[in-house]
T-cell receptor, first 111, second 116 residues
């Protein structure tokens, strides 16, 4: 199963942009890159996903490297409510629909 | 759209007892997933259904675990003869099938199981 690698934790100041990196060097051509986040005592929440091109939505932007071996989730202006664990996962492709989660990146936002 | 609903939110049981959790997915979603999550770890895949068919089951899932999705609607996850190692958050997610991995997962708030 294709795996992703993320830093254990990152810190940001409120109202500043945050770039959360993810490495997925074994990604297959049919894997979609998904990002989810999880607040305390809640289930994961969908953030964004993409295949090859960069994607934007109301929550965030996803920048995908040209070789697709890495991606970056961009929160344009971090708020205290963005403090959560962020998971980068791969779906479809060789792993099918199991969706293997790693430990994610815990984002701390300072006021 | 009320989202994915899981019941109960919390369950405390004694070792050796059987427990059953319920998941009600978003109504039009045809895929349903069960995950288990322990403190500090990401969700761990257990099994998933497309409509009423259970298409994949994790090798980590022992024979004490069984899941059903009758009529392709709600799903139940049963754990027989619970052990202390079963203590975890059990998460359910649903999705509308799309080509490849081009579909969003919607998670419930989970059922927190504590085995004493």
């Amino acid at each position: 199963d294709a795996k992703t690698t993320q830093p254990n934790s990152m810190e940001s100041n409120e109202e500043e942009p945050v770039h959360l990196p993810c490495n997925h060097s074994t990604i297959s051509g049919t894997d979609y890159i998904h990002w989810y986040r999880q607040l305390p005592s809640q289930g994961p929440e969908y953030v964004i996903h993409g295949l090859t091109s960069n994607v934007n939505n109301r929550m965030a932007s996803l920048a995908i490297a040209e070789d697709r071996k890495s991606s970056t989730l961009i929160l344009h202006r971090a708020t205290l409510r963005d403090a959560a664990v962020y998971y980068c996962i791969l779906r479809g492709g060789t792993g099918g629909f199991k969706t293997i989660f790693g430990a994610g990146t815990r984002l701390f936002v300072k006021a | 759209d009320t989202g994915v609903s899981q019941n109960p939110r919390h369950k405390i049981t004694k070792r050796g007892q059987n427990v059953t959790f319920r998941c009600d997915p978003i109504s039009e979603h045809n895929r349903l997933y069960w995950y288990r999550q322990t403190l500090g770890q990401g969700p761990e895949f257990l099994t998933y259904f497309q409509n009423e068919a259970q298409l994949e089951k994790s090798r980590l899932l022992s024979d004490r675990f069984s899941a059903e999705r009758p009529k392709g609607s709600f799903s139940t996850l049963e754990i027989q003869r619970t052990e202390q190692g079963d203590s975890a958050m059990y998460l359910c997610a649903s999705s509308l099938a799309a080509a490849g991995g081009n579909e969003k997962l919607f998670f419930g708030s989970g059922t927190q199981l504590s085995v004493l």
